[in-house]
């Protein structure tokens, strides 16, 4: 069984920094959905076994990087630069396989962590 724990969400200003990590059980393509109050989970990153198939949302890029320890099962976000509209609940989703077009849908993770809340305030 898939097992994932995120960590590192809290409250920070609008331009501060937060890195999450996600402690994974085993070997999987992973990503990092979102979910904002009264929204539906969207894409935000994906890293691939191999630190590949990086991939992310419009809305992130330039400010957020994926990254992976694979020693330790270990999966990071650093989300700088972070904006009121970032905040989300943010999960760590895995999945075997996956298709290069299923990549940035949500839906297509079988896996995923409990979250972890980021609130930015303005």
């Known amino acids: 069984q898939v097992q994932l724990v995120e960590s590192g969400g809290g409250l920070v200003q609008a331009g501060g920094s937060l890195r999450l990590s996600c402690a994974a059980s085993?070997?999987?393509?992973m990503a990092w959905p979102r979910q904002a109050p009264g929204q539906a989970r969207e894409f935000v990153a994906s890293i691939g076994w191999l630190g590949g198939h990086l991939y992310y949302a419009e809305s992130v890029k330039g400010r957020f990087t994926t990254s992976r320890d694979n020693a330790n099962l270990t999966l990071y976000l650093q989300m700088n630069s972070l904006e009121p509209e970032d905040t989300a609940v943010y999960y760590c989703?895995?999945?075997?396989?996956?298709?290069?077009?299923?990549?940035?849908?949500?839906?297509?993770?079988?896996?995923w962590g409990q979250g972890t809340q980021v609130t930015v305030s303005s």
């Open positions: 989703a895995a999945s075997g396989m996956i298709a290069v077009e299923s990549i940035r849908l949500p839906g297509s993770y079988a896996s």
């Open positions: 085993g070997r999987y393509f």
